[in-house]
């Protein structure tokens, strides 16, 4: 298994350009550059 640190970001701006259930929550930078893929 991989693991990234990424700052939890606030819904607010997540939900302007995703749909966001409401047991979910935004991770990430909005630059992207970070997952647990790389």
């Known amino acids: 298994l ?3 640190s ?3 970001t ?3 701006g ?3 350009k995703v749909t966001l259930p ?3 929550l935004c991770a990430g930078l909005d ?3 970070k997952d ?3």
């Open 2 to 4: 991989l693991q990234v």
């Open 6 to 8: 990424v700052p939890i």
């Open 10 to 12: 606030n819904n607010k």
């Open 14 to 16: 997540c939900t302007a």
């Open 22 to 24: 409401a047991k979910q």
């Open 31 to 33: 630059q992207g550059g």
């Open 36 to 38: 647990s893929c790389q």
